[in-house]
């Protein structure tokens, strides 16, 4: 089982960037891929980007590409999310997730393959 939380939140003008982290806990956080979705009012979750288990592999919403990178740093059981060149359209909460299945070689990107999952952390991006 793996809990996680997210932190660095807040507000930030449009063109600016934000890290954002999610510290995890238990024993099982290095086998399996993480996950960073994100949902604005109205709107259905998203997935944002994630990463294998082993941080070799990395996926991104087409919304992201080029903007975003996701890391890991296993020994710390955290996961990073750097935000660049935001618009008003990243405004949303954001969560971080965790996959159901260790060692999984895919990075699925419906939120139904994720088990656990933080609270979020809000982002806005002002105009």
């Known amino acids: 089982q793996v809990q996680v939380v997210e932190s660095g939140g807040g507000l930030v003008q449009a063109g600016g960037s934000l890290r954002l982290s999610c510290a995890a806990s238990?024993?099982?956080?290095?086998?399996?891929?993480m996950a960073w979705f994100r949902q604005a009012p109205g709107k259905e979750r998203e997935f944002v980007g994630g990463?294998?288990?082993?941080?070799?592999?990395?996926g991104y919403a087409d919304s992201v590409k080029g903007r975003f990178t996701i890391s890991r740093d296993n020994s710390a059981n955290t996961v990073y999310l750097q935000m660049g060149s935001l618009s008003p359209e990243d405004t949303a909460v954001y969560y971080c997730?965790?996959?159901?299945?260790?060692?999984?070689?895919?990075?699925?990107?419906?939120?139904?393959?994720?088990?656990?999952w933080g609270q979020g952390t809000q982002v806005t991006v002002s105009s």
């Open positions: 990463i294998t288990w082993s941080g070799r592999g990395t």
């Open positions: 238990g024993r099982t956080f290095s086998s399996v891929n």
């Open positions: 997730a965790a996959g159901r299945l260790a060692y999984a070689p895919y990075l699925p990107q419906n939120p139904r393959e994720y088990a656990y």
